[in-house]
């Protein structure tokens, strides 16, 4: 079992709907949970940060967490074609601060 | 603000030679990581340096190592470089456990 699991996708959601993306964890200590987007070619850039159970909001961005089912979500309302990127879930899980990325899930938007 | 710098974007190489890439952190981010994204393996973590100090390493071979200056920039030294080493190798910084922020990239190429 990987540490970090998110299905690859692609999902493809239309432009405006809203798109769920899923991260479940393997490590039931870990602490920091965060959410990157990846563009083709690019560098990943941090979009949320959560740290403790329940909802996080900032602008069209939602992070979900449940530490007691080990998962982590981002929904992104109001989805436009500029977010088709591949999104990568990463968590901090034991001692130190290295992050453990799962494998990504590419999301595409339609117009 | 400057974000985390990366040089040389693109290196290529051969087979048994030594690859130096550098980076420097944000401004006041006293750790630097280094991360490999190989082509189907996903992102993983590599190094970690706080403080001038090698804190942790991942599950890759010594000839693999690096180090941090005092002004807390880095290098990562690649020695004896095989076909797999080819990927793109990215640095990201921190302070403390703030969340971390990737550098746009060192595309490593072996020939």
């Known amino acids: 079992q990987k540490e970090v699991e998110q299905n690859s996708g692609p999902l493809s959601v239309p432009e405006g709907a809203i798109a769920s993306l899923n991260c479940t964890y393997s490590?039931?200590?870990?602490?920091?949970f965060f959410w990157y987007r990846q563009y083709s070619g690019k560098s990943p850039e941090l979009i949320m940060s959560?740290?403790?159970?329940g909802d996080k909001e900032d602008g069209r961005f939602t992070a979900q967490l449940n530490k007691a089912s080990q998962y982590v979500s981002l929904l992104i309302r109001d989805s436009q074609p500029s977010d088709s990127a591949t999104y990568l879930c990463?968590?901090?899980?034991?001692?130190?601060?290295?992050?453990?990325f799962g494998g990504g899930t590419r999301l595409m938007v339609k117009p | 603000e400057a974000g985390v710098t990366q040089s040389p974007t693109h290196l290529i190489k051969t087979r048994g030679q030594q690859a130096t890439l550098r980076c420097s952190p944000i401004?006041?981010?006293?750790?630097v990581y280094w991360y490999q994204q190989a082509l189907g393996l996903g992102l993983q973590f590599l190094l970690w340096?706080?403080?001038?100090?090698?804190?942790n390493r991942g599950n890759f071979p010594p000839r693999f190592s690096g180090r941090q200056f005092p002004n807390y920039s880095s290098e990562l030294n690649v020695n004896a470089l095989e076909l797999e080493d080819s990927a793109l190798y990215l640095c990201?910084?921190?302070?403390?456990?703030?969340?971390?922020?990737f550098g746009d990239g060192t595309r490593l190429s072996i020939l």
């Open positions: 401004s006041g981010h006293t750790s």
């Open positions: 959560i740290y403790s159970n």
């Open positions: 990463a968590v901090i899980m034991n001692a130190g601060n290295m992050l453990t």
């Open positions: 490590d039931r200590v870990s602490q920091s």
């Open positions: 990201a910084s921190s302070l403390g456990n703030q969340p971390q922020h």
């Open positions: 340096y706080d403080e001038g100090e090698e804190r």
